[in-house]
């Protein structure tokens, strides 16, 4: 008998079974501060959530029924408007807000201003690149694309635009037809005005937003607003449109088409901060690992907005956001430079973003 092939097998058993128990050990250990972190959010009893107003209700509904015995409030609405809010609340010593889930300009804005408690999720590692922002107290929940967007059958024969640079010499037959929306109002509105400011520089990029001005190009409230006048065809061509408002419009049916920008589309995220001053930490902590689990993060795909987990698709009929050419920017120096780009924004197209 070769003693000492069996004692290598032995000791291989030995190892392998010392790797497994480590490993349950891991699972163990991360099963008791989920339950701990669970009782502990359930005692606090309550949790309040500001934020976006398509994507907080969606996570709201998965996350009551999952923690029933959580009872949860919360105030949607204009991104800086809940900012604005929680910052009052703040200041004033009355902390109401536990969470703010809204667009990134705002959470970034709170983080500068050490608003956030920093949050580093327990499963990062199941996240996408683009989940985790350089330096970031916070995460980002998920995302949407913004992109040209145009109804097909009421354009024509019209041109299309196949890049950003086509608006400054833009032909004569788009004159009327352009929708557009106000930076100072719209966080994605602004994500999409500074992308074209870093990505072309004042010049050029100004030179692109002469041609709304050129084309008589009408400036709407909102996206959503866009989306609707795209589907009837009153404006058919958007100079951009999100993700979020033209998913609904794609999916009753309307012969609307998304296009990729030859430069690079435009990615703007709604990002979860944590208050620093939470009334309700624990409960606070759940949602913000919930929003990130492959359960809700499936619900948010399945609702029309991009996951931020890996191995989940993009949704159904948008281009994939991994995939995808993006203009890279950098939020964080566009808002330290907010007012500068506003103004040229207004230059250059005549609008009013006040």
Do not use: C
Request: a neutral charge; glycine letters at 8%.
């Amino acid at each position: 008998m070769d003693h000492n092939k069996s004692r290598r097998r032995l000791m291989s058993l030995a190892a392998a079974a010392l790797t497994l128990s480590i490993g349950l050990a891991g699972v163990g250990t991360a099963h008791a501060a989920e339950d701990a972190l669970i009782a502990a959010a359930e005692k606090e009893a309550e949790l309040a959530v500001y934020g976006d107003p398509f994507v907080v209700p969606i996570l709201l509904k998965n996350f009551s029924a999952k923690y029933p015995k959580i009872r949860v409030t919360s105030a949607t609405g204009d991104g800086w408007q809940i900012y604005n809010r929680f910052v009052s609340e703040n200041s004033s010593g009355r902390p109401l807000m536990d969470v703010m889930y809204q667009a990134e300009d705002t959470v970034i804005t709170a983080q500068q201003a050490g608003f956030l408690a920093d949050f580093k999720p327990t499963e990062s590692a199941n996240l996408s690149k683009l989940a985790i922002p350089a330096g970031g107290s916070y995460v980002r929940g998920n995302g949407n694309l913004i992109l040209f967007a145009f109804n097909r059958e009421a354009l024509g024969t019209v041109a299309k635009p196949a890049d950003w640079t086509d608006f400054a010499n833009p032909p004569a037959d788009w004159e009327g037809l352009i929708a557009t929306t106000n930076p100072g109002s719209s966080s994605a509105t602004f994500a999409t005005i500074a992308s074209i400011y870093q990505k072309f520089g004042p010049e050029k990029g100004g030179a692109i937003l002469q041609g709304l001005r050129k084309t008589k190009a009408e400036l709407n409230p909102s996206m959503g607003v866009m989306a609707t006048k795209l589907q009837t065809g009153e404006r058919p061509l958007d100079f951009f449109n999100i993700t979020t408002a033209v998913s609904g419009v794609l999916a009753k049916g309307a012969p609307v088409d998304l296009l990729v920008p030859a430069s690079g589309a435009v990615a703007q995220f709604n990002a979860i901060g944590i208050n620093k001053n939470a009334p309700h930490p624990n409960a606070a902590r759940l949602l913000a690992e919930f929003a990130l689990s492959q359960e809700m993060q499936t619900a948010f795909a399945e609702a029309g907005v991009y996951p931020m987990r890996v191995g989940i698709a993009s949704p159904k009929g948008l281009p994939d956001i991994n995939s995808t050419k993006l203009i890279e920017l950098d939020l964080a120096a566009a808002l330290k430079q907010r007012d500068e780009i506003l103004n040229w924004w207004s230059d250059n197209t005549g609008f009013k973003y006040r």
